[in-house]
């Protein structure tokens, strides 16, 4: 079982950059591929990117490709989402999540933060 906090949401101005952090208990941490995802009031929850548990894999949603990079560090059993270029659609709520299998669908994360706000004004 992992537990994940995330932080580091707040209000940026369209174009501007921020960067969310995820920090994890336990001491499996290294075991988990971790993934980051969002939500607008009243739409679905919807995958962002992911990474594998070395770090040395990553994947994105078309929508945040070449913007947006995750990335982790096992010895401080924190994830990491930096967004560059921010865009008003961005805004949500950020959760990262840790899945059972590496390329999971959304039912397959098992364990959720309780999400971060950013809101990117125009």
């Known amino acids: 079982q992992v537990q994940l906090l995330e932080s580091g949401g707040g209000l940026v101005q369209a174009g501007g950059s921020l960067r969310l952090s995820c920090a994890a208990s336990?001491?499996?941490?290294?075991?988990?591929?971790m993934g980051w995802f969002r939500q607008v009031p009243g739409k679905e929850r919807e995958f962002v990117a992911a990474?594998?548990?070395?770090?040395?894999?990553?994947y994105y949603a078309d929508s945040v490709k070449g913007r947006f990079t995750i990335s982790r560090d096992n010895a401080k059993n924190t994830v990491y989402l930096q967004m560059n270029s921010l865009k008003p659609e961005d805004t949500a709520v950020y959760y990262c999540a840790a899945p059972k299998f590496w390329r999971s669908t959304i039912s397959g994360y098992l364990f959720w933060g309780q999400g971060t706000q950013l809101t990117v004004s125009s």
């Open positions: 990474i594998n548990s070395s770090g040395t894999s990553t």
């Open positions: 336990g001491r499996t941490f290294n075991e988990y591929n």
